[in-house]
Nanobody, 122 residues
Framework: QVQLIESGGGSVQAGGSLRLSCAAS?????MAWFRQAPGQEREAIAR?????????FYADSVKGRFTISHDNAEKTIDLQMNSLKSEDTAMYYC?????????????????WGQGTQVTVSS
C-alpha cells in the first residue's frame, strides 16, 4: 500500500501562483495530479512517469501554466501552478499507479491522496 500526502492548497487571486506537493511512501511507475470541481468529473491535469526520462502530460486547460516535477530521492511530486484562473478552482488530488499503460482515467491509478482545495478568486 502506498500512502500519498498532499500539501500546498489554499486561496489565491486570479493571476497568482500556488505550488502543490505530494509525498509518496514508496516509488511507483507514474504519478499524477487530478482535479474535481463540484458537479464535475475528476480529470487528469498533469502526469509524470517515474524513472527514466520522466515523460510528462498536461491537459490543454493547464498547458503552459502548470508544471509537474518529481524528486526521485524524496519520492515527491510538485505541481507549480501559475497564472491561475477562477476556473482552476477545484479539489486537487495526487494519484499514483503501477502501470504506464493507462494514464488519463482515474481508474488507471491505484493510490490516492486525501485532496487539497484550491480556490481562485477573480
Amino acid at each position: 500500500q502506498v500512502q500519498l500526502i498532499e500539501s500546498g492548497g489554499g486561496s489565491v487571486q486570479a493571476g497568482g501562483s500556488l505550488r502543490l506537493s505530494c509525498a509518496a511512501s514508496a516509488t511507483t511507475a507514474k504519478m499524477a495530479w487530478f482535479r474535481q470541481a463540484p458537479g464535475q468529473e475528476r480529470e487528469a491535469i498533469a502526469r509524470i512517469f517515474i524513472g527514466g526520462p520522466g515523460s510528462t502530460f498536461y491537459a490543454d486547460s493547464v498547458k503552459g501554466r502548470f508544471t509537474i516535477s518529481h524528486d526521485n530521492a524524496e519520492k515527491t511530486i510538485d505541481l507549480q501552478m501559475n497564472s491561475l484562473k477562477s476556473e482552476d478552482t477545484a479539489m486537487y488530488y495526487c494519484a499514483a499507479g503501477h502501470s504506464r499503460l493507462c494514464t488519463l482515467s482515474p481508474t488507471c491509478y491505484n493510490y490516492w491522496g486525501q485532496g487539497t482545495q484550491v480556490t481562485v478568486s477573480s
